[in-house]
């Protein structure tokens, strides 16, 4: 019986080693596996984050683009608009007043002009009158 029981304490003595063997074995590949996992996550991510940005980039350089031909044009259309409204409201009320100026200053040259003629008109008469007058004298004080 001793040696049967010797015999039955080394198989579970060697059962106990293979079970304690096997469980190392299981640790070790559940630790690969977490690794495994781990690595996975971080390459799934590294990926994502490669992807979102580059379709962020994309999306960014398609608004350059989009902002260049539409926006940039119709920023200067607008510009343009509101120049021409600027000159419309300011600039035509200004060049009118401007001409009625010139018109107002023609009319006082025109009208100095003719009051000019008409004052050498007068001083001319003024003249045959007195020439007039002188001759009548003349001939008054000689008769």
Same mark, same amino acid.
């Given at each position: 019986k001793t040696g049967q029981r010797m015999s039955v304490e080394r198989a579970? !003595?060697? @059962?106990?080693? *293979?079970?304690?063997?096997?469980?190392?074995?299981?640790?070790?590949?559940?630790?690969?596996q977490k690794e495994w996992e781990k690595n996975m996550v971080a390459e799934t991510v590294d990926k994502l984050r490669g992807e979102t940005l580059r379709q962020l980039n994309e999306a960014i350089n398609m608004l350059d683009i989009y902002t260049k031909e539409?926006?940039?044009?119709?920023?200067?259309?607008?510009?343009?608009?509101? !120049?021409? @409204?600027?000159? *419309?409201k300011l600039l035509e009320p200004l060049n009118a007043e401007v001409a009625q100026k010139q018109s107002i200053q023609k009319l006082l040259q025109e009208g100095e002009a003719a009051i000019n003629a008409k004052r050498a008109s007068l001083e001319q008469g003024l003249k045959d009158i007195q020439d007039v007058q002188r001759m009548t004298l003349k001939r008054l004080h000689a008769a």
């Open positions: 579970t !003595k060697r @059962a106990q080693q *293979e079970a304690d063997k096997q469980e190392k074995k299981l640790r070790e590949a559940q630790q690969k539409t926006v940039k044009p119709t920023f200067t259309e607008q510009a343009h608009l509101l !120049k021409a @409204a600027i000159d *419309e």
